[in-house]
């Protein structure tokens, strides 16, 4: 079964750092790019970034550049999110997704088809 | 980043009726256009992407159209199952993948 296991639910106060992990199998994992995606209390989905599991080549949304860190140990074929000094704002659901593409005619299309089932991050003092 | 934007942001229907929603890229886009079904408390699932191709799995009460800048999700005869929030995502800016702000689909 192709899968996304993530890590368990963290509870942190403001200041302190943060690693939460994504390992997947039932498939190739560096064959396939990593999404990470953040969902806020009651709010929709927002496009953190991206990591190349062969290279971790990575690409962050503007919104999220210099706030997190997208990394990925292939060795262990998993990926993970980081933050230095998380604040109270941080507080959100997580998922993380993989890249898959689909031929339509002569056209490869991208989207996120395998997800995990979400880490929820609780930042407070 | 290219916006996108979904309406209505809410919605009341019952079992058996048929809902459109609709999503509207802030430029062209082509065809590169996914959208989900998200249930509370659970990841997000792919229904089509290319704008119009049915994922794997997924009922044919579902069908997608559009292109260019604007797109619509419709839901042919509604089953109770099908009460969710729904995405729209595209993917034609490589590697940022920006999502609609959702739509809830409620039961009257």
């Known amino acids: 079964e192709v899968q996304l296991v993530q890590s368990g639910g963290e509870v942190k106060k403001p200041g302190e750092s943060l690693k939460i992990s994504c390992k997947g199998s039932g498939y190739s994992f560096t064959s396939y790019w990593i999404a990470w995606v953040r969902q806020m209390p009651g709010k929709g989905l927002e496009w953190m970034g991206i990591i190349d599991p062969n290279d971790s080549d990575t690409r962050y949304s503007p919104s999220f550049q210099g706030h997190v860190t997208i990394s990925v140990d292939r060795s262990i074929n998993t990926a993970y999110l980081q933050w230095n000094t998380l604040k109270a704002s941080d507080s959100a659901m997580y998922f993380c997704?993989?890249?898959?593409?689909?031929?339509?005619?002569?056209?490869?299309?991208?989207?996120?088809?395998?997800w995990g089932q979400g880490t929820t991050v609780t930042v407070s003092s | 980043d290219i916006p996108m934007t979904q309406s209505p942001s809410s919605l009341s229907a019952s079992v058996g009726d048929r809902v459109t929603i609709t999503c509207r890229a802030g430029q062209d886009i082509r065809t590169y256009l996914n959208w989900y079904q998200q249930k509370p408390g659970r990841a997000p699932k792919l229904l089509i992407y290319a704008a119009s191709t049915l994922q794997s799995g997924v009922p044919s009460r579902f069908t997608g159209s559009g292109s260019g800048t604007d797109f619509t999700l419709t839901i042919s005869s509604l089953q109770p199952e099908d009460f969710a929030t729904y995405y729209c995502q595209q993917s034609y800016f490589t590697l940022m993948y920006t999502f609609g702000q959702g739509t809830k689909l409620e039961i009257k």
């Open positions: 997704a993989r890249r898959g593409e689909g031929l339509v005619s002569t056209t490869y299309y991208y989207f996120t088809d395998v």
